[in-house]
């Protein structure tokens, strides 16, 4: 019995370092695994540690390791093609509109859409971009913590392909959190301004400084960022009251032109 029992512990072992192996050689390629094996495990220790109680591989632990130490290389020495595929199982336009942001505030801005899947239970959407650096696997999942967002899983098919596993149960959009009763001043802004309501409010005023010549264009959306209404208008508006729609979880705050025309900011007061 006790054989039998010792001989399970070693499979098992063997089994998930072979998982772990196996994950380990495709991020730094198979030459330079089997090179530096010896110190790479000194390097994580005990694997157990990198596995979830389902079973599935803590991939970005271990890439922080693996990048901390040198291992991951993301500069490309020259322009390169790159296929970058996000892939998740929660609401498509939320995912979309994270992603976006996370990538932009990387510094990538500037990528086209090769193909958006959908299906009952997951949407995938490949991306291509030129690049001289691979998007950092490390720091795309510390930007998606900021959504609420984590990776489960990262597949790199070739040094030019990635494919990325998101969870986004608890997704969120970045947002100003906004009060009953409570004034609040925007400052001039680089982007649209995103306010997250918590169900509350009724009526939303907003003031535009004198030095402005603003065109409104607010959205209204739900918590799945569905439009629920659109507020525009081609003349220049100083104030506006307007009252939020039934379920709104997020409102956007625009210029229908440019934001040169709010470059003094706004002044906002919800009921």
């Given at each position: 019995m ?9 499979i ?32 994580l220790g ?6 979830r109680?389902?079973?599935s591989?803590k ?7 693996l ?18 595929t ?22 990538f ?27 950092d696997?490390v ?6 913590k ?12 070739d ?9 986004t149960?608890?997704?969120?959009i ?10 609040y ?23 535009s ?18 439009i ?7 003349g220049?508006?100083k ?5 939020i729609?039934?379920n ?7 210029d229908?032109y ?9 002044k906002?007061?919800?009921?």
């Open positions: 006790v054989k039998i029992v010792l001989s399970f512990i070693f098992t072992s063997a089994m998930f370092g072979s998982m772990i192996d196996e994950k380990i050689k495709s991020f730094v390629g198979e030459k330079n695994f089997y090179s530096t094996k010896k110190i790479i495990n000194i390097l005990d694997k157990k540690q990198y596995y109680s389902n079973g591989i991939v970005v632990k271990l890439l922080k390791v990048k901390k130490n040198g291992f991951i290389k993301l500069d490309l020495e020259r322009v390169n093609t790159i296929n970058i996000f892939t998740t199982q929660g609401n498509s336009l939320l995912f979309l509109k994270i992603i976006n942001n996370v990538l932009n505030s990387m510094g801005n500037f990528y086209i859409t090769k193909r958006a899947i959908k299906s009952d239970d997951s949407f995938s959407w490949e991306i291509q971009m030129n690049t001289e650096y691979l998007v696997p720091v795309l999942a510390d930007e998606l900021k959504y609420g967002c984590f990776i489960t899983d990262i597949k790199k098919e040094r030019s392909n990635w494919h990325y596993f998101i969870s149960t608890n997704a969120k970045a947002s100003k959190k906004i009060s009953p009763n409570t004034s001043r925007l400052n001039r802004p680089i982007k649209s301004y995103w306010l997250g309501l918590d169900g509350t409010l009724h009526t939303l005023h907003i003031i400084f004198s030095s402005n010549s603003w065109h409104p264009y607010i959205v209204f959306y739900d918590h799945a960022l569905k629920l209404h659109v507020y525009s208008n081609d220049i508006k104030s506006l009251k307007l009252n729609p039934k709104t979880k997020y409102i956007s705050i625009d229908k440019t934001l040169n025309n709010i470059r003094s900011g706004l906002i007061y919800g009921k």
